[in-house]
């Protein structure tokens, strides 16, 4: 179904919502005591050190406040062409998250089910000795016998630390998180167009004619780049939202369609259909920079308006509404995530993608497809070659490293992400019991901490420097605001002095990110 929502609406709810809110509050008396205690407040002058949240790819940057060696709020920099200087809840709540009194800071080893703090020195003693254990007892199989889950989210030296001391290992089972949450839309963006990020940048949307937010939350996901929507609807760019819930994102566009979940690639089918129908598309540039054309028309001859409003569950008024929308260019098509969690999500972005390249909205002034996971430079595998030979092998999926664990293979697992994330948890879960050693870096006890037989607490980014990469291609850099607590250490230090401890001649030198940055861009110029 189409369904508006006018700003008026909207307000009248969140009003009545703030109200329920207050009533079933807390009472002054409880407020104050979730306060720091008086004499807990720090007192001495403020400084201001810039940085960046890792959270996700808007990669919002910001002034950390510091007081007294604690982070104290963090203002979003309005210098940033990006955000405006907004920061969402989920930047923000770093502030609560490094100071948090549940916050674990020293490692700890399971013996016998209970848990032993040992020294950092100690923690990177014995995984090396469990990692050069393998090493001697497999040789060249090591491959199937050490693997790292990632991100390593903080900033990209960590990834990149982490990489070198895994290839001299001779291991290359890396698993990207994307592969859960990103890895259609990513693997499907590379394979039709050569790079798997997105074709253009959010400020042109402002340039288009159409923007269509195709499973894309902006709004209660990315809610700094809501100033975007914003800015467009006030200049009048027709702003269409396709999703199968009323979110806030909602409120931003100016017509929903809700189908029914799964099945947009069938409605995607049926926009193909009706543009090749109807002639809306340059037969010329569709044969310049298209191929598999015939084949794709043959594929979508069948979803008519009535078989899509049979799929989908939308009304046919409202499908060829949609028809003529698609009609008019520019345009730029906004990718959600969600897209890539269905099983027929390859080809409903593959479908997506054809739908933007017929109507020549690929490229150029609003035009182009835009994704929120994206954005990550190029270089990567070039460098880790560069400084430790290529890779003897061919990495897996996380689904046949699954395997290697049900198997009872998996003599050591650097878990550095929630196995919550992927699919079937429980088996996942299961799985994680029958690896021999599992070291795990994090902040909190949680799941993974309890699967764990190492835990290594981890930094938060204020609590060391680094690079990183965001949506629009930019790379921002972030300065060490405080001292970590405890034997919290950032990734990169850790892989870095794993890998000095196992090859002390074969890993390369260097210190700190700052120079871990510099050896990247001159190895990689590019």
């Not at 859960?180 to 949307?205: D, M, Q």
């Not at 949506?471 to 890998?499: H, I, M, S, T």
Request: charged content about 20%; proline content about 6%; glycine content about 10%.
């Amino acid at each position: 179904m189409a369904t508006k929502l006018s700003r008026r609406s909207f307000i009248k709810l969140g009003a009545a919502a703030a109200a329920g809110g207050l009533a079933g509050g807390l009472t002054p008396q409880q407020s104050q005591g979730m306060g720091t205690p008086p004499n807990l407040l720090p007192t001495g002058p403020i400084t201001q050190v810039k940085g960046f949240c890792p959270f996700c790819q808007v990669r919002c940057t910001y002034h950390a406040q510091v007081q007294d060696g604690r982070v104290v709020s963090l203002v979003g920099d309005p210098g940033n062409r990006w955000t405006g200087g907004a920061m969402c809840p989920k930047g923000m709540s770093i502030v609560e998250l490094i100071g948090s009194p549940s916050r674990l800071t020293e490692p700890m080893l399971k013996v016998n089910g209970e848990w032993k703090k040992i020294s950092y020195a100690e923690a990177v003693d014995l995984v090396a000795e469990k990692v050069a254990a393998a090493m001697k007892e497999y040789g060249p199989k090591i491959n199937e016998h050490v693997a790292l889950t990632m991100p390593l989210w903080d900033c990209r030296e960590n990834e990149l630390a982490a990489l070198m001391t895994m290839r001299l290992i001779g291991c290359v089972n890396n698993m990207p998180a994307g592969e859960v949450c990103i890895s259609s839309a990513s693997n499907t963006l590379s394979w039709f167009l050569g790079a798997n990020t997105s074709t253009t940048t959010v400020n042109e949307v402002l340039n288009a004619h159409t923007l269509i937010l195709w499973g894309a939350n902006i709004n209660e996901l990315y809610p700094p780049y809501t100033r975007w929507l914003e800015m467009a609807r006030d200049k009048g760019v027709r702003i269409i939202y396709i999703d199968c819930r009323k979110t806030r994102s909602s409120i931003w566009s100016n017509e929903q369609y809700m189908p029914r979940p799964g099945t947009d690639g069938a409605l995607a089918f049926g926009l193909i259909r009706h543009v090749i129908e109807t002639g809306a598309y340059d037969p010329a540039l569709v044969e310049r920079t298209t191929t598999g054309f015939d084949e794709l028309r043959d594929d979508c001859k069948d979803y008519t308006p009535e078989r899509v409003s049979e799929l989908t569950g939308l009304p046919v008024e409202q499908i060829l509404t949609l028809c003529k929308a698609v009609e008019v260019s520019p345009s730029i098509l906004w990718l959600g995530g969600s897209l890539s969690r269905y099983t027929n999500g390859i080809q409903t972005i593959r479908a997506l993608i054809s739908l933007q390249g017929i109507t020549g909205n690929l490229i150029g002034s609003g035009r182009g497809i835009m994704t929120m996971e994206g954005g990550k430079p190029e270089g990567e595998k070039e460098f880790v070659d560069a400084m430790c030979g290529e890779a003897q092998a061919q990495g897996v999926n996380f689904r046949r490293l699954l395997a290697l664990m049900k198997k009872g293979s998996l003599d050591v697992l650097f878990l550095n992400s929630s196995y919550r994330r992927y699919p079937d948890t429980k088996g996942v879960r299961e799985a994680l019991k029958k690896v021999k050693f599992i070291v795990h870096r994090g902040f909190f006890m949680e799941p993974e901490t309890e699967a764990c037989d190492l835990f290594i607490p981890a930094t938060f980014s204020p609590e060391s420097s680094g690079s990183h990469y965001g949506a629009e291609k930019q790379v921002v850099w972030r300065n060490k605001a405080v001292d970590a607590p405890g034997a919290c250490v950032p990734d990169w230090q850790f892989y870095r002095d794993l890998g000095r401890k196992l090859f002390p001649d074969r890993y390369p030198k260097w210190e700190d990110p700052a120079e871990l940055y510099e050896l990247f861009r001159k190895t990689i110029p590019s």
